[in-house]
């Protein structure tokens, strides 16, 4: 494990920390782009759910306020609702994960979500608006990858902050995917339901931390 590994770890949290809470419009500026991102992950995770229970996509919108929705036909609501939360975990941990440990393939994971990014503003196309967000990230994504040496702080770093961000952003109104989840699903309440799927997310993160510095835990 690379020794210097912690400290930058330790040093993007503080950063995260100091930009959301303490940071004001300037912090809300800086990590714009970490919403957007947040935003995207979440969304194609409801349409991976959809499509992943023989459901389709009918469009994918991305606001300029960092929110969102996704339009899908068929396939499992339960699956669907999950995905976006969930999902989005998944993936922002497989990102952390990426950019830790595969420095030749930070490169690679960038340039995928680029094309994951550019290819759903065009196939699941909502409005110009949405699909140029798309494009204007993918664009900034492919620069980083291709141009800089930046590629496994950037990734490591979105990747870290969209983890951190989920955990903490829980929305529960009456329209959330968990309100959605409990008329669906039952069983529990939502508020039942947003401490279950907050422990998943959290205990990926932590597996994922476990598994990066095993060693130095044991």
Excluded: C
Aim: glycine share 12%; hydrophobic share 55%; aromatic share 16%.
């Amino acid at each position: 494990m690379n020794k210097n590994l912690l400290p930058r770890l330790l040093a993007m949290v503080l950063v995260y920390v100091i930009l959301k809470f303490f940071g004001g419009s300037f912090g809300s500026l800086v990590l714009y782009p970490v919403t957007l991102l947040v935003t995207f992950l979440h969304e194609f995770g409801h349409a991976l759910g959809a499509i992943l229970t023989g459901g389709s996509v009918e469009g994918l919108q991305i606001n300029p306020d960092g929110s969102g929705y996704t339009i899908t036909r068929g396939g499992s609501q339960a699956v669907v609702l999950m995905g976006g939360y969930l999902g989005s975990a998944l993936l922002g941990n497989l990102l952390f994960r990426i950019g830790v440990k595969h420095r030749t393939q930070a490169q690679n994971a960038l340039l995928t979500l680029a094309f994951l990014m550019a290819l759903a503003g065009i196939l699941w196309f909502e409005s110009f608006i949405s699909t140029g967000l798309l494009f204007g990230f993918a664009a900034t994504l492919f620069f980083v990858a291709r141009r800089t040496n930046w590629d496994q702080d950037a990734l490591m770093f979105l990747g870290l902050a969209t983890v951190l961000y989920i955990i903490q952003d829980f929305r529960v109104g009456p329209k959330s995917d968990l309100a959605m989840y409990e008329q669906v699903v039952g069983i529990f309440p939502y508020q039942v339901w947003m401490y279950l799927w907050l422990a998943l997310a959290g205990g990926l993160f932590f597996w994922n931390l476990k598994a990066l510095f095993g060693k130095s835990w044991g």
